[in-house]
């Protein structure tokens, strides 16, 4: 079945710092969506790309669609301790089916 | 407010003693589904409905039931629990065919789930 390679799974930054993780699958996508998971909560929508090449901003994220469109990637620019949590990247093909990243857990340090 | 509200948020339970987990969306959406969240492996879907009556298997459905009987809700049925089903359990909706069809979920706060 197809499968995301989302990376880096980790990351401990400075308050601050920017932050760049990514996805990268072996199949073509039609739909890019990046979610943010806050401790005990469930996942929240931030970003979600449309067209291959597209680049959207929503606040301090940016987040694209890669050309080939078997990757995209976010950045999250001046990190502050409420960027926590855990980052999701998710692809959808030419079906109704998400397929989910594993993940990349941000820890912010003040 | 829009949302997904699931059912109890925390449970802990014994083996094989029946339990559901309720979900409902007040958002009018046609499709929905169960995901459930173990560490390193990431969010793996379980069951999801694209409207009711209709549902099918996800990637995790063994020892799991789901039922649509109506459009709000969508219910997970553990008929007989067991250890290995301890998880965080999130609920989804999305309305398929705005943007082309994409899937765009909107997820519940989560249930964990704990089965000695």
């Known amino acids: 079945g197809q499968q995301l390679n989302q990376s880096p799974q980790s990351m401990f930054i400075q308050e601050g710092e920017d932050v760049s993780m990514n996805c990268t699958s072996s199949s073509i996508f039609n739909t890019w969506l990046w979610y943010k998971q806050d401790p005990g909560e469930g996942p929240v929508l931030l970003i979600a790309?449309?067209?291959?090449?597209e680049l959207t901003s929503n606040g301090r994220l940016t987040a694209q669609f890669g050309i080939t469109r078997k990757d995209s990637f976010l950045n999250i620019s001046a990190s502050i301790p409420s960027d926590v949590g855990i980052y999701f990247c998710?692809?959808?093909?030419?079906?109704?089916?998400?397929?989910f990243g594993k993940g990349t857990k941000l820890t912010v340090n003040p | 407010e829009a949302q997904v509200t699931q059912n109890p948020r925390y449970l802990i339970t014994v083996t094989g003693k029946k339990l559901t987990v309720t979900c409902s969306q007040n958002?009018?959406?046609?499709?929905m589904s169960w995901y459930r969240q173990d560490p390193g492996l990431g969010l793996r879907q379980i069951y999801y409905?694209?409207?009711?009556?209709?549902?099918d298997k996800g990637d995790v459905p063994e020892g799991y039931k789901v039922s649509r009987k109506e459009k709000r809700n969508f219910p997970l049925i553990l008929e007989s629990p067991s250890p290995n089903q301890t998880s965080l359990y999130f609920c989804?909706?999305?309305?398929?065919?705005?943007?082309?069809?994409?899937?765009?979920?909107?997820f519940g706060a989560g249930s964990r789930l704990t089965v000695l």
């Open positions: 409905s694209m409207n009711v009556e209709v549902t």
């Open positions: 958002m009018n959406h046609e499709y």
């Open positions: 989804a909706s999305s309305t398929l065919g705005v943007n082309s069809g994409a899937n765009v979920l909107t």
């Open positions: 998710a692809g959808q093909g030419g079906s109704e089916k998400l397929v």
């Open positions: 790309l449309y067209k291959a090449g």
